[in-house]
């Protein structure tokens, strides 16, 4: 939802200091003409606390025309409207500068032919910006089939791979910080297809089958319901290193 002078943003998005869901941020213009820029104030739900909090920020001036498109560690990442650039920041971290919010440009998308870059289904890191790391990577899943990665430190320009499958248009990309490698999950939640960080060298993905085991146990009416409702299929991974497969209902 856009108003004069105000924005309002969702996303859902974990970090080191927990995970926050953003439910709007409202921006005014700063009226003490110093030339102070924006001033911003922040709604977020603290998941682990399961309470809201304020916090006023400084809203910086490449935000102010720019959509909240995905984020991940705690970073959101930032559309330009007009010119279709994007940034990423920690503005919605609360516990990031409240005056300063650090802001990190990514190259502009590339278009692969037959494919769009004005939707974006979800995006990962593999770390967060800081502190530095040459082979920091992102990836960006676009409606339809196209993937994007790129190592903002060492890279000028996205590395544009097509998703196996045209019907993987809701699958979600995670990065693995135990196997070092960013997985999409196909359809149905049976397949897995990963990239490691050299993906320049062979776009060509791996394919990994998920076997699973110890399935609840619910009469076939159950299943049967659940398999009429919508789902979402994300795979996760815990700070420890195991994976799991969650299915959304």
């Not at 927990?18 to 005014?28: F, L, Q």
Request: hydrophobic content about 30%; charged content about 25%; overall charge positive.
């Amino acid at each position: 939802i856009h108003k004069s002078k105000s924005k309002s943003v969702r996303l859902f998005s974990s970090s080191k200091t927990g995970p926050c869901a953003s439910i709007c941020s409202v921006v005014e213009p700063s009226t003490d003409g110093a030339g102070n820029g924006n001033v911003g104030e922040v709604l977020l739900y603290d998941v682990a606390k399961q309470e809201l909090v304020r916090v006023e920020k400084t809203y910086p001036d490449e935000l102010y025309d720019a959509q909240l498109v995905g984020a991940s560690h705690g970073w959101g990442f930032f559309s330009n409207r007009e010119d279709r650039s994007l940034v990423i920041s920690d503005f919605l971290n609360p516990y990031a500068s409240k005056s300063k919010p650090k802001i990190v440009p990514l190259p502009p998308f590339t278009r692969m032919p037959t494919c769009q870059t004005e939707v974006v289904c979800n995006v990962a890191m593999s770390s967060p910006p800081e502190p530095y790391d040459k082979d920091w990577g992102v990836g960006i899943k676009f409606l339809g089939k196209q993937l994007s990665f790129c190592r903002p430190n060492c890279d000028l320009r996205w590395t544009n791979i097509p998703t196996p499958f045209e019907s993987w248009d809701s699958s979600n990309l995670m990065y693995s910080k135990k196997d070092e490698r960013f997985y999409l999950l196909a359809p149905g939640g049976n397949y897995l297809c990963s990239w490691d960080l050299n993906f320049k060298k062979d776009n060509k993905p791996k394919f990994h089958e998920l076997v699973l085991h110890n399935l609840p146990k619910m009469p076939s009416s159950r299943w049967k319901r659940l398999d009429s409702f919508c789902r979402e299929d994300h795979w996760v991974e815990s700070p420890s290193g195991e994976c799991f497969l969650v299915k959304w209902y």
